[in-house]
Nanobody
Framework: QVQLVESGGGLVQAGGSLRLSCAAS????????MDWYRQVLGKQRELVAT???????NYADSVKGRFTVSRDNAKNTVYLQMNSLKPEDTAVYYC?????????????WGQGTQVTVSS
């Protein structure tokens, strides 16, 4: 069974840091782009950061200079280092990955991890 498992969320004070991880497991042939999204209850899910299989990255304007996305291809894992956290970063964070399973390429989502930043 193919799945994405996230970890690393929690409660932190404004100005603090957290590191999220998302590991893909199962019968995966290859991993393409991996992304982090976040969602606040009642609002649309928004793209936070993207990293391609080659390591190219892109960020939402709201997190540029504070968040860093990286990946370990050997472990099929993507990370999101979040520094200088603000209360408005509070959300459920989801990872998304393009996975080749057999000869089928599909998007997979993690279960989400809560990040709460207190003021």
């Amino acid at each position: 069974q193919v799945q994405l498992v996230e970890s690393g969320g929690g409660l932190v004070q404004a100005g603090g840091s957290l590191r999220l991880s998302c590991a893909a497991s199962g019968s995966i042939r290859s991993v393409g782009a991996m992304d982090w999204y976040r969602q606040v209850l009642g609002k649309q899910r928004e793209l936070v950061a993207t990293i391609t299989s080659g390591g190219n990255t892109n960020y939402a304007d709201s997190v540029k200079g504070r968040f860093t996305v990286s990946r370990d291809n050997a472990k099929n894992t993507v990370y999101l280092q979040m520094n200088s956290l603000k209360p408005e970063d509070t959300a459920v964070y989801y990872c998304n990955a393009v996975l080749s399973v057999g000869y089928v390429i599909q998007n997979y989502w993690g279960q989400g991890t809560q990040v709460t930043v207190s003021s």
